[in-house]
């Protein structure tokens, strides 16, 4: 009778920290959850939306920039139409700052946006006081004035502007380190607890089977309702890593279901496909920097992807972005092959330089990105060409390094892109090589590993799953 009383006492504490150990998975995995939360919202919300406000405001300074020299050239009736255009940017201005002083503040923001008025009054009064030169007649003094009086005030903007970018950007890069940090914590945390809940399930079987033998129909019961409690931790052990792996699922779904209730209502499905450029320009940003992440991690040995099928999706989703830059690209014949890594690692390396060839093209008269793809047997060589302006010289040594940027570069990004590119190079076992002239353009060159033939495709990632659903 007190040996019966032992084990039921010891039976009853493994399901209590079997319990425990369900109850602290759970606690766990929502307060890390609500932290990957907090995280995003920082960077959809603050951070990604600064950089997009603060670059289209440089760009609207150089434009003006651009129109001030213009007016020393067309003068009499076409200056108002110059004028015009130089007003319009102003407004633009205007609207961007408003909505960027509406976001969220980062610690040593507000100092450094303190001298943006003084700058943009500053570069206000020079382009009208240039413009006016031009309207009495003053041609060559308005000219000498472009140069020497209105481009640094330009300069200076733009300065301000990549200073407040920068801080935009590392709040954002530190946002998503924490973000993956705190994920991979998370499943760390789980996967322990779930460790410990099944070895105390062990525990308590092996009580329940030994106390079966004298009392087999009162402890049956409890038995079958162990191996129910069993399974639901495995279930819920698979659900928790699921939410963890795309904590950004529930913005898109919200904006998928919102556009179809919004289909009767003009004003409001305009303001959704706003709201689903931005998830997609603050997307093409987060991805970087995930991919950088992710590349590090090791490689499945059974993955294989079609050449032919990779290259098209990855042309198909950049032939808008180039077409916008008037930007043509060409591919040539594509072997039947497939390569040995996942759909996923090839359409971030090949989208990572084709997306840098369409765009970093600059002012190039010649506008063409070309992907060539070659059948080498064992291997299989992909070549993405353009015809921009080049690389710097002495940028090869460093360009693949992460936050490596061009002197002057002025598109948006984090410099994570090609670094992206040679980690996956490298846990495929394959290489990344770049050759370049500077005036005549770029080749980037990638080997990978060659797969068999066979039927089977991996499957797609969790990320392109999710791509699929923002339209």
């Not at 032992?6 to 995995?29: D, E, I, M, P």
């Not at 600064?50 to 200056?79: H, M, Q, T």
């Not at 940017?89 to 408003?98: F, P, S, Y």
């Not at 294989?304 to 008037?326: F, G």
């Amino acid at each position: 009778m007190r040996e019966n009383r032992r084990q039921s006492r010891g039976l009853a504490l493994a399901f209590g920290a079997v319990v425990a150990a369900f109850v602290a998975a759970t606690f766990v995995a929502d307060w890390r959850t609500f932290a990957i939360d907090r995280e995003t919202d920082s960077l959809l919300g603050n951070a990604l939306p600064s950089i997009e406000y603060l670059g289209d405001v440089n760009g609207a300074v150089r434009d003006i920039e651009a129109f001030v020299d213009e007016s020393a050239d067309v003068g009499g009736e076409k200056l108002s139409t110059v004028q015009a255009k130089v007003d319009d940017r102003w407004r633009e201005i205007d609207a961007l700052l408003a909505h960027y002083r509406a976001l969220p503040r980062f610690p040593g923001e507000d100092e450094l946006y303190a001298e943006v008025p003084v700058a943009l009054r500053d570069f206000d009064a020079v382009v009208r006081a240039t413009l006016l030169e031009v309207e009495k007649g003053a041609v060559d003094h308005a000219r000498i004035d472009a140069d020497v009086v209105v481009r640094p005030r330009a300069n200076r903007m733009t300065h301000l502007m990549r200073q407040l970018v920068r801080l935009n950007s590392e709040n954002a890069v530190d946002a998503t380190r924490r973000i993956d940090a705190t994920r991979h914590a998370t499943v760390a945390v789980s996967a322990a607890l779930n460790v410990v809940a099944i070895l105390l399930t062990i525990v308590a079987a092996t009580w329940v089977f030994r106390l079966v033998r004298a009392h087999d129909a009162l402890l049956g019961g409890r038995l079958d309702l162990e191996e129910k409690r069993t399974a639901e931790l495995e279930l819920f052990g698979q659900r928790v890593a699921h939410d963890l792996l795309s904590p950004l699922s529930s913005l898109t779904f919200c904006l998928q279901a919102f556009k179809k209730a919004s289909e009767q209502d003009p004003k409001l499905e305009h303001a959704l496909e706003r709201a689903r450029q931005c998830v997609v320009r603050a997307q093409r940003l987060v991805d970087n920097v995930f991919d950088f992440a992710r590349s590090g991690g090791a490689p499945d040995p059974a993955a294989r992807i079609d050449v032919r099928e990779a290259v098209e999706e990855v042309v198909a989703e950049a032939r808008p972005m180039a077409e916008s830059e008037r930007v043509e690209i060409l591919v040539g014949p594509l072997p039947d092959c497939a390569v040995r890594c996942s759909r996923g690692v090839l359409a971030s390396i090949l989208g990572n330089l084709l997306r840098n060839a369409v765009k970093f093209m600059g002012d190039s008269v010649e506008r063409r990105a070309t992907i060539r793809v070659t059948d080498l047997g064992d291997q299989v060589r992909f070549q993405v060409s353009d015809t921009g302006p080049g690389i710097a010289p002495g940028l090869e040594a460093t360009l693949f390094q992460p936050y490596v940027r061009g002197e002057g570069v002025t598109q948006s990004g984090l410099g994570l892109g090609l670094a992206t590119v040679k980690r996956f190079c490298e846990a495929y076992h394959g290489s990344v090589v770049v050759r370049s002239v500077t005036g005549r353009g770029s080749v980037f060159q990638v080997t990978l590993r060659k797969a068999p033939a066979s039927t089977l495709v991996a499957p797609p990632s969790v990320r392109e799953l999710l791509a699929g659903d923002v339209s």
